[in-house]
């Protein structure tokens, strides 16, 4: 019987942990964290999965540029990097994790192709400049789904985005933190002229890779069937 209910607790704690990474909050909403903070208080709010933001300046990361490894440059619009993961204690979740930091380089007035994250925990980070963002809540993720099921970043979608007064907007300055939930669609414009840098921290946890792992293990048997 002992070991019956220990099975059932730690079955209801996995059962937990994985609702609350693949939970969608209904509600369409951005707001700013302005509760006591600490990481636990951090933590409980990440829960709700909603959108806030957040003054990081207190825990900025500094490196210089020539650490950053080059993924992807597409010429007058953005070049990608990425770096291996420093930590920052506060933002890590409870879980065991795994974690990496993708860096835009945003030249003048240019706008990235809109992100989509299916990390547990995203924290989007001005490094420089100003970037109006924009927060697509996941029930209109059809308006922007393409026939080969990735996201369209056509000038119409664009243009729907700029225009819709349900998508959640602000501008962020330099040190703003954004958390962002998984299945969140993003739109970020540089407002300066000059190369705004963002800097997005992923965080992976546990739970979120076996989630990721089973769907990719679905998606290739039906292809394969």
């Known amino acids: ?39 636990t208080n951090l933590n409980k709010e990440i829960c709700l999965k909603l959108p806030f933001y ?30 291996p993961y420093d930590s920052i204690p506060l933002l890590e979740p409870p879980l065991r994790f795994k974690s990496w930091q993708d860096i835009y380089y945003i030249p003048k007035l240019k706008t990235l192709p809109l992100l989509i ?7 989007y980070r001005i490094q420089k400049g100003c970037c109006k963002v924009v927060l697509i809540h ?10 080969d099921g990735k996201l369209s970043s056509s000038s119409s979608k664009l243009e729907f985005i ?14 703003t933190i954004l958390y962002v939930p998984n299945q969140w669609i993003v739109y970020v414009e540089n407002m300066e002229k000059k190369t705004s840098i963002l800097e997005i921290i992923h965080y992976s ?11 990719k293990d679905l998606s290739t048997n039906q292809i394969e069937s």
């Not at 607790?9 to 693949?22: A, P, Q, S």
């Not at 994250?117 to 924290?123: G, K, Q, R, T």
């Not at 700029?162 to 962020?172: A, D, L, Q, S």
Request: net charge positive.
């Open 138 to 147: 996941p029930k209109f993720k059809e308006h922007f789904i393409s026939e």
């Open 54 to 83: 957040f003054d990081g300046q207190h825990i900025r990361d500094t490196y210089e540029k020539s650490s950053l490894t080059k993924v992807r440059k597409v010429k007058h619009h953005y070049d990608l990097y990425t770096k």
């Open 1 to 39: 019987m002992f070991f019956e209910c220990v099975f059932l607790i730690l079955l209801f704690i996995l059962y937990f942990f994985i609702y609350v990474d693949m939970k969608i909050n209904k509600n369409n909403e951005l707001y700013l964290f302005d509760s006591e903070f600490t990481k």
């Open 205 to 215: 946890t546990l739970c979120n890779q076996l989630i990721r792992w089973v769907k």
């Open 117 to 123: 994250d299916n990390c547990s925990i995203n924290y």
């Open 162 to 175: 700029r225009n819709n007064p349900h998508m959640k907007c602000m501008v962020c300055y330099e040190n």
